[in-house]
């Protein structure tokens, strides 16, 4: 499942990058023109002022062309994450992309895959070396620049932004977008990178408000009946128990139930872990996903199950 998605993740990434310069998908700033699928998107508004429509005509076009895709495309967006959670994250979206490999480098570095970690999560057989630090600096400092001239090309005709560029041409203003953009998003990538796809990504942040809100929506559910099988949890990544807790990019715990879980991103990466390890002891997996009646089922458990410890500890 993962060779899977990473090729989604690399489709979707590579056709972020070049949305801007096949016209599939910009706004330019200077002709204050939307570009869709290499063809000008136009509201109407300019054939309006120059007297060849209505104004009937333009508010129609206004609705038609303006609000109702818009409208439609958010529609179809929410009802995926309705259903499938925080889907968009985990498979498509280039930041995240990012986030990964940053993680998988900093391992390398120190163990962690956060700098704020208090505990290491190191792989087996990939100590920490100091060598990575470098690496990891120059990717974050990289991927910085990248995402800001990336962001500067949609929003101006990507061939003049990089041919100011490569001449060294760039004006005032386009160099200092460069170099705040690349600052602030290598900043990001350094020191808050899971932060924000937690709580500063308002399009992962609806995602998982609206899956919150769905009792039948896609979760991992966690078999408690067969809980001590987890004592003998190893991988060959993580030998020393807890493989889907250290194998989950978010931090999370995918054995907590789903109010735990809220910005889960639905990766699969503590499934593949669960199988592989159940595996080794001829055993069924004891993680994995269940949605629609199946899905509100494992929340109902979930919660009596909580509130069952809840009782047994004031007990106590």
């Known amino acids: 499942m993962q060779r899977r998605r990473l090729l989604f993740q690399l489709g979707f990434f590579a056709l972020f990058l070049l949305a801007p310069a096949l016209d599939l998908l910009r706004f330019d700033l200077g002709e204050t023109q939307l570009w869709v699928l290499g063809q000008r998107w136009s509201l109407g508004i300019d054939a309006f002022r120059a007297g060849r429509i209505s104004a009937d005509q333009a508010a129609l076009g206004i609705l038609l062309r303006g609000f109702l895709p818009a409208l439609v495309l958010i529609v179809l967006f929410l009802a995926v994450a309705w259903r499938h959670g925080r889907l968009y994250c985990g498979w498509l979206c ?25 505990h290491r999560t190191e792989r087996a057989g990939q100590p920490a070396r100091a060598r990575w630090w470098p ?30 560029l490569i001449h060294g041409r760039l004006t005032p203003n386009q160099a200092r977008f460069l170099v705040i953009g690349s600052a602030v998003f290598a900043a990001e990538f350094a020191f808050a990178r899971h932060l924000f796809c937690r709580f500063g990504c308002a399009v992962g942040l609806f995602q998982s408000l609206v899956w919150m809100a769905n009792p039948k929506g896609m979760v991992v559910a966690f078999d408690r009946e067969r809980a001590r099988d987890c004592r003998g949890c190893g991988t060959a990544a993580h030998q020393q128990g807890s493989a889907c807790d250290k194998g ?25 872990s669960c199988d592989e390890s159940t595996h080794h002891r001829s055993i069924q997996p004891l993680l994995e996903w269940k949605v629609g009646a199946d899905a509100v089922r494992e929340t109902l458990r979930q919660r009596k199950a909580e509130l069952a410890r809840g009782h047994q500890e004031e007990v106590h």
């Open 94 to 118: 280039p930041h995240f992309t990012l986030v990964e490999t940053l993680d998988a480098v900093l391992q390398r570095a120190c163990g962690k895959l956060s700098l704020w970690d208090r």
């Open 135 to 164: 690496v990891f600096g120059l990717l974050c400092a990289g991927f910085g620049f990248l995402w800001a001239i990336t962001l500067l090309s949609y929003l101006l005709p990507p061939a003049q932004i990089w041919g100011h």
């Open 248 to 272: 989950c990019p978010m931090r999370l715990h995918p054995r907590h139930i789903k109010r735990e879980m809220f910005s889960c991103v639905q990766c699969g990466r503590c499934l593949d």
